[in-house]
């Protein structure tokens, strides 16, 4: 074995240590590669990953669409972030626009529920404000979470006036 192919399956197996830990996007997990690879001093680096992500996704182990829709899910889930706060962190993370754009045309997100759903699991704190406050905070809550000012007004409307 020469020490080339020993470096290059030193770093698909850096790849795979990786991706057994928790899911990446390919962009970031070929940027750790890129990072590994300067480590280890391998020659045509820029290649040597392309070819590693390429394999990686023939053997349906890195897939930027499932990783979408999980990372989509669990923000909806956990952290309840409207789309221009996911579209964000998701472009952040390395993901080609036309692939995000692509994604939310097939998987409208209910913004609307979602932030209802916001709002009423901060109701408590929402209350020991007077109106024009509440409003103002909740209202600041929703857009900082990345929901539309539209959807942020209607959900609050909805919040407020009913009994």
Do not use: W
């Not at 590669?33 to 890195?62: M, Q």
């Not at 972030?81 to 036309?98: C, D, N, S, T």
């Not at 409208?108 to 759903?117: C, G, H, I, K, V």
């Not at 209350?127 to 929703?142: E, N, Q, W």
């Amino acid at each position: 074995m020469t020490v080339d192919s020993e470096k290059n399956r030193r770093l698909m197996e850096y790849a795979l240590a990786l991706l057994s830990r928790r899911a990446y996007p390919s962009a970031k997990l070929s940027h750790k590669l890129l990072i590994r690879g300067k480590k280890l001093k391998i020659d045509d680096l820029e290649v040597e990953c392309r070819d590693i992500i390429s394999r990686l996704k023939d053997l349906n182990l890195l897939d930027d669409a499932d990783y979408m829709k999980r990372f989509v899910e669990e923000r909806c889930r956990v952290k309840m972030k409207g789309m221009q706060a996911l579209r964000y962190e998701l472009k952040q993370r390395g993901i080609p626009q036309p692939l995000i754009d692509d994604f939310f045309q097939s998987h409208p997100l209910d913004e609307s529920a979602l932030a209802q759903t916001l709002l009423e699991k901060k109701a408590r704190v929402l209350t020991r404000f007077p109106d024009p406050v509440r409003y103002k905070k909740g209202f600041s809550m929703l857009i900082s979470r990345g929901f539309s000012l539209s959807i942020a007004r209607k959900a609050l409307d909805i919040f407020f006036h009913t009994p």
